[in-house]
């Protein structure tokens, strides 16, 4: 730890006023020992592991951390802000500022050593000691754990022998938490009467800091609250799985995590809280009290074997929208690959077999080993089969992002029935949130114990189906059906200024977040149309895949065409960007609008809107949700459709240099002149081309 910091890294008098220019300050320290090789790249790295949750912490403390391919080795800087940084910390803003720079390749001691440090800023004397110091010495000695951080009314009189052990004292008691067992009369108590049990995991996305703050905080608050709290750290130094009687013998769990808790099955009958870690971190009280009052009830979980690919581990105050396009988001990320499978080989089938091939008979009573068109039928049969399972996956899956598990069967039976009643995507959208709610109404109801082991499995399954079922083939269904039919009829009518108009809409949309919510629904939109394929909706695919290529390939153009508005890591990233544009990987342009999003985001809308109006306008049609540039012999009216992505490109690019050519140049253009080597001043100069990009998707 002493290699981490010197004092050279420590800043007592720190002055800045935001938590950019704090971090800026201490990284600057970091360059001048030689442990970040680029600043600004640093920098952008730190502010995209800062905008994916806010380090600050209760008790005045930051900690802005993250891995990057600029840090040659770990390493700590600490500042002592004379007026607080706003961190977002609920309490308010931080005097302790620590930043963290993890290698990408960072080995396990060394990240087990940060782990150290994040479960020592959980100890108010080891921060009572660090405000007090008087000397950068003397702080990093103290952080690396050369010097025991003593409270000034622990010391011990100059006379006490050395031997003498320390003499009972308030404060001596204060320093060692003693488990305070619960009260008898208390309900929540473990079995046997033993104290109550829980196991917790907690997960952060970099692993670093916040994972074992939260496993501090959770075992310090379950110690002053007579609990047994065990937590198993799923970090970056990877994680020691929980001992299976611990497990067994627990009474209940607490996952704190932002990251997908591994074999999470493991936990699976019992009370479970599931929140962020940053709760785990800041009221840990409150879910060891909202788990014991879980337990009370009966109320247990039948977990998933696998995270469910949108985590719904969040605050409690979370908003319903929040909730709701989440789980949505969950049904079309399963629903995708058949779109993928299905829509690929329907495509091949068409061009192999030509436009008739729809009319071929079946393979089973038909098939020439020989003939192209035998194999072009095989193709686009085997296509439609995968396009039939679109529904019942979206609305299963919907009802999973729900309820986990149980919500499975509920949700497949009713997207089942909404292609039974011709109800189509949108029908399954109503089935999945419909059998979803039905599993949380059902698992809301106080069962008694020797029930619980056949609910999940037989109980919830067919009263949910039974619920579901009559309110599809009942109540919902044909009404769905009549709204779906009339948005069928919409997309195959769009022709003229109706179809560019759309076109203009969805191009905005998809490039307006680069990969977030607003993106989403526009690609949402374009693959449930693939269900029930017609012109129309063929076309509103091709034209969002294409305006979704067009932000990174307009970075990437850009940083070819005038480098010297951007820095060295941008005009990296540009390079990757062209692979990720052509593959219609919009979120190649995230490093670009997170470092200018004033600049860079308009620009992308406007190159968006052009491509998608022209796609629109050409009537290029695309049966494939994904692949970009790679599926262009699958696309109707390839030449035209690489002239709306390439006009977008262009209208984009020259957007982004003649906003940015209106400003100072960046940093580093005063630099051009100097020969490129000369800035290459070690062997950590030069980043993977997508560093910062996976840096910012993290």
Not at 342 to 358: E, M, P, R, T, V
Request: with cysteine.
């Amino acid at each position: 730890m002493s290699r981490m910091i010197t004092a050279d890294l420590v800043d007592l008098d720190l002055s800045a006023d935001t938590k950019e220019a704090a971090a800026r300050s201490l990284a600057e320290r970091m360059v001048a020992l030689g442990r970040v090789t680029d600043l600004d790249g640093f920098l952008a790295d730190v502010a995209a592991r800062e905008a994916q949750m806010p380090t600050g912490l209760d008790g005045g403390i930051g900690i802005p951390h993250c891995r990057s391919a600029r840090v040659t080795e770990p390493t700590l800087a600490f500042g002592r802000a004379t007026e607080g940084v706003d961190f977002g910390a609920p309490d308010g803003p931080a005097d302790l500022i620590f930043l963290i720079a993890a290698p990408a390749g960072a080995d396990d001691a060394h990240l087990t050593i940060l782990s150290s440090l994040a479960r020592h800023l959980m100890d108010e004397e080891f921060t009572r000691a660090l405000r007090a110091v008087a000397s950068p010495a003397e702080a990093a000695a103290l952080i690396a754990g050369e010097e025991a951080p003593a409270a000034p009314e622990a010391a011990e009189p100059e006379s006490a022998p050395e031997s003498a052990p320390a003499p009972a004292s308030e404060s001596a008691s204060e320093s060692v938490p003693v488990p305070v067992p619960a009260p008898e009369s208390e309900p929540e108590g473990g079995r046997g009467g033993a104290p109550f049990r829980i196991v917790a995991v907690t997960s952060c996305p970099t692993g670093i800091a916040h994972t074992y703050m939260a496993a501090e905080s959770l075992e310090n608050a379950g110690r002053a609250a007579g609990v047994d709290v065990v937590v198993e750290t799923q970090g970056s130094a990877g994680f020691t799985r929980l001992d299976p009687a611990v497990v067994a013998a627990a009474d209940g769990v607490i996952f704190a995590h932002d990251v997908p808790v591994r074999e999470k099955e493991r936990f699976a009958g019992k009370a479970t809280v599931d929140v962020g870690v940053k709760a785990g971190i800041n009221r840990p009280a409150e879910l060891i009290a909202e788990v014991r009052e879980k337990a009370a009830r009966g109320e247990v979980s039948a977990l998933a074997t696998a995270a469910t690919p949108v985590d719904k581990a969040g605050e409690p105050g979370e908003g319903y929208g929040t909730k709701l396009r989440k789980w949505l988001m969950s049904g079309v990320s399963y629903m995708v690959p058949f779109v993928a499978a299905g829509g690929l080989l329907i495509a091949l089938g068409f061009a192999i077999g030509g436009w008739d091939i729809d009319k071929a008979p079946s393979v089973t009573e038909h098939f020439a080993w020989g003939q192209a068109d035998s194999w072009a039928a095989l193709m686009f049969q085997i296509g439609g089969l995968a396009f039939s399972f679109l529904v019942p996956v979206l609305a299963g899956y919907i009802s999973y992002g729900m309820a986990d598990r149980p919500g499975l069967v509920p949700g497949f039976v009713g997207g089942a029935i909404a292609l039974t009643v011709n109800a189509g995507f949108l029908g399954g959208l109503v089935a999945g949130l419909l059998a979803g709610g039905t599993v949380l109404a059902i698992q809301r109801v106080r069962i008694p114990a020797v029930l619980r082991g056949i609910m999940p499995v037989v109980v919830i399954p067919l009263v949910s189906s039974i619920v579901v079922g009559f309110l599809m083939f009942l109540v919902v269904g044909k009404p769905i059906a009549s709204l779906q039919k009339a948005l069928t009829d919409w997309l195959s009518g769009l022709s003229g200024a109706n179809a560019v108009i759309l076109g203009v809409i969805l191009g905005l949309m998809m490039c307006f977040d680069l990969g977030g919510p607003v993106n989403k629904v526009a690609y949402a939109f374009a693959v449930g149309g693939l269900a029930n394929p017609n012109e129309g909706s063929l076309k509103v695919m091709a034209a969002v895949m294409a305006a979704g290529m067009v932000p990174p390939l307009a970075m990437a153009l850009a940083t070819t065409v005038r480098g010297r508005l951007f820095t060295r890591t941008e005009r990296e990233n540009g390079k990757a960007a062209w692979v990720l544009g052509a593959s219609f990987i919009s979120e190649g342009a995230i490093p670009f609008a997170a470092a200018d999003p004033l600049r860079v985001i308009p620009a992308t809308m406007a190159g968006g809107a052009v491509t998608g109006a022209l796609s629109m306008a050409f009537g290029c049609t695309l049966r494939a949700p994904h692949g970009g540039l790679f599926v262009l012999p699958l696309i109707g009216n390839p030449l035209l459709y690489l002239f709306a992505i390439v006009a977008g490109t262009v209208v984009s690019a020259g957007l982004v240099i003649l906003l940015k050519g209106m400003r100072k140049p960046a940093p580093e253009a005063a630099r051009e002149a100097v020969p490129e080597a000369a800035h290459e001043s070690g062997p950590g100069g030069e980043q993977a081309p997508s560093g910062t990009g996976v840096a910012v998707a993290a």
